[in-house]
């Protein structure tokens, strides 16, 4: 009996030592992955304070909570932000009065920011873009089509400096997943230079063929 006590007790510990250790490499290996994502973001992050920022309110939405006392009623902002050279965000606020909200909703979405290529007022290829139940679909138009979009899409792509574009959204009409869904597809956006180095082609022919 003893002996077996024993043997267990060796068999406990055992165990114990290597889930602590498999443990720890879990947590040294999630630490890693958090400080990089850190790191790369930090590097890439847009500064608004050097940029000519402008903004517009997509929606303005009136939210009432029943209380003991009655109704309180509070505002939800959603805005984008750009600088019209290819740069744009979006953020949302909420508040009691429609000011704050919206002044929320613009700090919001100056820390959401991305950049994206512009081709000649227009971007340079086609693209789709999702988020939740919103999917879009963006494709360049020649010079003096205009932008041909509705809603919640036409107010990210102006105020992102693209001036012909044809535009569709696929998916819900819910502005929230709507913006976030075109954003998604602005950001999948090529450079056409880059594209030109790496094939080791002129842009031209790039596209012209």
Same mark, same amino acid.
Do not use: C
């Given at each position: 009996?003893?002996?077996?006590?024993?043997?267990?007790?060796?068999?406990?510990?055992?165990?114990?030592?290597?889930?602590?250790?498999?443990? @720890?490499?879990? $947590?040294?290996?999630?630490?890693? +992955?958090?400080?990089?994502? !850190?790191?790369?973001?930090?590097?890439?992050?847009?500064?608004?304070?050097?940029?000519?920022?402008? @903004?517009?309110?997509?929606?303005?939405?009136?939210?009432?909570?029943?209380?003991?006392?009655?109704?309180?009623?509070?505002?939800?902002?959603? *805005? *984008?932000?750009?600088?019209?050279?290819?740069?744009?965000?979006?953020?949302?606020?909420?508040?009691? $009065?429609?000011?704050?909200?919206?002044?929320?909703?613009?700090?919001? +979405?100056?820390?959401?920011?991305? !950049?994206?290529? =512009?081709?000649?007022?227009?971007?340079?290829?086609?693209?789709?873009?999702?988020?939740? +139940?919103?999917?879009?679909?963006? !494709?360049?138009?020649?010079? #003096?089509?205009?932008?041909? +979009?509705?809603?919640?899409?036409?107010? *990210?792509?102006?105020?992102? #400096?693209?001036?012909? *574009?044809?535009?569709?959204?696929?998916?819900?009409?819910?502005?929230?997943?709507?913006?976030?869904?075109? =954003?998604?597809?602005?950001?999948?956006?090529?450079?056409?230079? $880059?594209?030109?180095?790496?094939?080791?082609?002129? =842009?031209?022919?790039?596209?012209?063929?």
């Amino acid at each position: 009996m003893a002996n077996t006590r024993n043997n267990n007790n060796t068999g406990d510990r055992r165990s114990s030592r290597n889930s602590s250790e498999r443990g @720890e490499g879990n $947590d040294r290996k999630g630490g890693g +992955a958090r400080n990089f994502n !850190k790191e790369k973001g930090s590097e890439d992050r847009l500064k608004p304070a050097e940029m000519e920022l402008k @903004e517009k309110m997509v929606a303005l939405n009136r939210v009432a909570k029943v209380t003991k006392g009655g109704r309180t009623f509070s505002f939800a902002a959603i *805005v *984008v932000v750009g600088d019209g050279k290819g740069t744009v965000g979006h953020g949302l606020g909420k508040a009691r $009065d429609v000011s704050e909200a919206i002044s929320k909703a613009v700090d919001d +979405a100056k820390k959401n920011l991305i !950049k994206f290529p =512009i081709y000649k007022g227009t971007i340079p290829h086609e693209q789709k873009g999702k988020y939740g +139940a919103g999917k879009v679909l963006i !494709k360049p138009a020649s010079d #003096g089509t205009g932008v041909i +979009a509705g809603g919640a899409m036409r107010a *990210v792509l102006e105020i992102g #400096g693209v001036h012909n *574009v044809l535009a569709k959204s696929q998916g819900g009409s819910n502005p929230h997943n709507v913006i976030k869904a075109t =954003i998604d597809a602005l950001s999948k956006l090529r450079n056409p230079t $880059d594209v030109a180095k790496q094939r080791n082609i002129s =842009i031209d022919k790039l596209f012209n063929g």
